[in-house]
């Protein structure tokens, strides 16, 4: 058996707009890595976080990692054995773009090559979302399956957990904002209404299946135009100062779409080439340096292979 095994697993922008808790998709960058090391001591430890300034908890019960590892040791049958966990967290906290579920992926991408793998991706996700519940206190899953599985993901159903990827013809782009603010998806969840109204549902179906439609008809207009939201856009936005101002720039710089990711408070933008991904985010980010709001951007692919086993050895 291997003694050690690192792997990568990157950021997600969930909902997709329109998707609330069922659609996401994973970009190339940036991402988190997980190092996992066989050791004599049965029962997972968490040895060393990087990047997260102390602030990710340590215990074992209540990291993202250490409880994705722990319940796929008992899925496996391996609870004798000893694994530490080294986080290398690379993506902003509280931030919507997938953090606490690129931690889990990684952790299991890793902890399932230390035994050789013999838990396939799909049979990893459920141990990823009941890490996303420890971390969210909401088992969704379209962060842990796209940042997993790569692609745009849907989550069919959750009862039993059934995800399918949706294959595109397009190579399409996304453009990530992070304002340097943060929001807990604890809180972004609150805000929103347990119910919603027939009309409400009806737009909002229109629009899934629009996107989902688009994507596998390569039919990027209508992918532009169903990237709409009506669940939690109206209420969330409110969180983020400048949006209407960024959603409007976006756009107007050819983005095909743009929506908050994941929970916010970061922004996404859609896009059919590299140059309109970098164009309509670098319009968010003006739009929020008028509001004296500092932000990051990312640009790249959509990213079509998730989460993978690191064999160099750097971090
Ligand atoms: N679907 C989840 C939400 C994603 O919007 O609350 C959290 O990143």
Redesign the pocket.
Known sequence: MQQKARAFAPA?V??LCCG??IL?VAVEKPGDVVTVTMIDQPGVFINNIVGDAGRLPRQVNKNTCSVAVQSYLQAVDRTDVGVAVELFKYLPLGS?M?SS?ASAVAALVAVNQLFGNPLSKLELLPHAVEAERIA?G?A?A??VAPSLLGGFVLVRGYQPLDVATVPTGLDLFVGLIHPHIELK?ED??KV?KPMVTLREAITQNGNVAGLVLGLVTDNAPLIGRSLRDVF?EPY?SDFIPGFEHAKKAAIAEGALGFG????GPSLFVLATSDAFARQGAQAVQEAFNSVQLSSDVFVSKVNQQGAFVLHDSGN
């Open positions: 997600t969930a909902n609330f808790d996401g919507g997938g579920a969210c909401s969704h379209d962060n998806t972004s969840r929103l939690a969330r908050i990711s994941g929970s």
